[in-house]
């Protein structure tokens, strides 16, 4: 897609989001499978269902738009999720694995955060207050689980990999 315009920019953008978010759907029950933790495996599960609503405010968008919800390979997230399976696959089933998993899964947050800051600045500037609505509850989402996988790795799981250091 030639991107000429400030509304293709954020079209292309949407659509890139929306992939990020199917593959995401696909990925989190694998993280919960392969955590020990249970405030962990909960943190994961919580997120899918977020992220479930997260597509269907970008289908709103699309809807809104007139358009048919449509993707753009993420090539962004196909790599941090293929480094969430490396930790996976990587490390036995322990608090060192999911100190493992919440370090992929920050790095999944914090795309997410700074893709969802700019394409809401995008409809800010293209006067789609409606868009800006939908894009705030779910970056505000973004940063709240982002925060949640911080206390758990700081609060818990951290220290429980300590046992690690000397191996």
């Known amino acids: 897609m030639k991107i000429e315009s400030m509304r293709d920019l954020f ?3 949407i659509q890139d989001l ?3 978010e199917q593959r995401l759907t696909k990925a989190l029950p694998k993280m919960a499978e392969a955590s020990s933790s249970p ?3 909960g943190a994961f599960e919580s997120h899918l269902s977020e992220t479930k609503g997260q597509v269907t405010r970008l289908e709103r968008i699309f809807e809104e738009l007139g358009e048919s919800p449509k993707t753009t390979t ?3 997230m196909k790599g941090l999720i293929k480094e969430g399976d490396s930790m996976a696959s990587d490390i036995d089933k322990s608090p060192l ?3 493992g998993l919440i370090a992929a899964a920050n790095r999944v947050e914090h795309y997410e955060i700074a893709a969802y800051g700019s394409v809401r600045a995008f409809a800010h500037i293209l ?3 409606w868009a800006v609505s939908l894009l705030d509850q779910t970056l505000n ?4 689980a982002d925060q ?3 206390r758990i790795a700081e609060n818990l799981i951290n220290e429980e990999a300590r046992q690690f250091v000397h191996r």
């Open 18 to 20: 929306y992939d990020a």
């Open 11 to 13: 079209f292309e953008q």
């Open 127 to 129: 006067g789609m207050d």
């Open 148 to 150: 949640k996988l911080t």
């Open 141 to 144: 989402e973004e940063k709240a």
């Open 97 to 99: 694995r999911d100190a």
């Open 74 to 76: 993420c090539d962004a």
């Open 39 to 41: 405030e962990l495996r």
